[in-house]
């Protein structure tokens, strides 16, 4: 089976840099997805990572390690408009094409 | 091309009726996939094709769920006699074979009465 933990919920001041963590157990992991969905709209990509790492993008970053089954996204100068669920997945690379699996999502409070 | 595009929205329906939804997917992308997402929830994987072939369904999908995608372009999903544990939204991804980056429409939520 698959278990992806990461926090229900965390708050964070607009400007401010926060971490949100996601730890995984999956067999044939071939690499993990962050996603953030605002309340009733799609999920949206932010960003990929396969090989260890940190992968940056703007004011996100994500960063990745395989053999401890660990990744965080980093978002920095917050704004109110971060504020959002994130989702992290874990992409298998076993018969199942390339579904994703969810963890529940890390709802983020951005305040001024 | 606007990405993916789900219909209908919103849907309304009684405990023992049939309901179809529809995906659009992004043109050029020969993988679709079905999640549904309960709240406080992240999306739960339901089935995916690659062209119109469908290449896996999870056992969350029941014998009263059904999905075509009959010219590998839009797919439809079935719920035949839904009942009121069926309530979720349900959303549709897309994306190019291999690893590629799965692009999500809005999705379709679904009440059952």
């Known amino acids: 089976g698959q278990n992806i933990d990461q926090p229900t919920e965390m708050t964070a001041t607009e400007g401010a840099i926060v971490q949100i963590n996601c730890t995984y157990q999956?067999?044939?992991?071939?690499?993990l997805f962050w996603y953030q969905q605002h309340a009733g709209e799609a999920p949206t990509f932010l960003s990929y990572n396969v090989l260890d790492g940190l992968e940056e993008k703007g004011r996100f970053s994500s960063f990745l390690s395989r053999s401890k089954g660990y990744s965080y996204l980093l978002l920095k100068e917050l704004q109110m408009k971060d504020s959002a669920s994130y989702l992290c997945a874990v992409h298998r690379a076993t018969g199942g094409g390339n579904k994703l699996t969810f963890g529940t999502g890390t709802q983020l409070k951005v305040e001024l | 091309d606007t990405g993916v595009s789900q219909d209908p929205r919103h849907k309304i329906t009684k405990r023992g009726q049939n309901v179809t939804f529809r995906c659009d997917p992004i043109?050029?992308?020969?993988?679709l996939y079905w999640y549904r997402q309960t709240l406080g929830q992240g999306p739960e994987f339901l089935t995916y094709?690659?062209?119109?072939?469908?290449?896996?369904k999870s056992r969350l999908l029941s014998d009263r769920f059904s999905a075509e995608r009959p010219k590998g372009s839009f797919s439809t999903l079935e719920i035949q006699r839904t009942e009121q544990g069926d309530s979720a939204m349900y959303l549709c991804?897309?994306?190019?074979?291999?690893?590629?980056?799965?692009?999500f429409g809005a999705g379709t939520r679904l009440s059952v009465l």
């Open positions: 094709f690659q062209n119109e072939a469908q290449l896996e």
């Open positions: 043109s050029e992308h020969n993988r």
């Open positions: 999956t067999s044939g992991f071939n690499g």
């Open positions: 991804a897309s994306s190019l074979a291999g690893a590629g980056i799965q692009y």
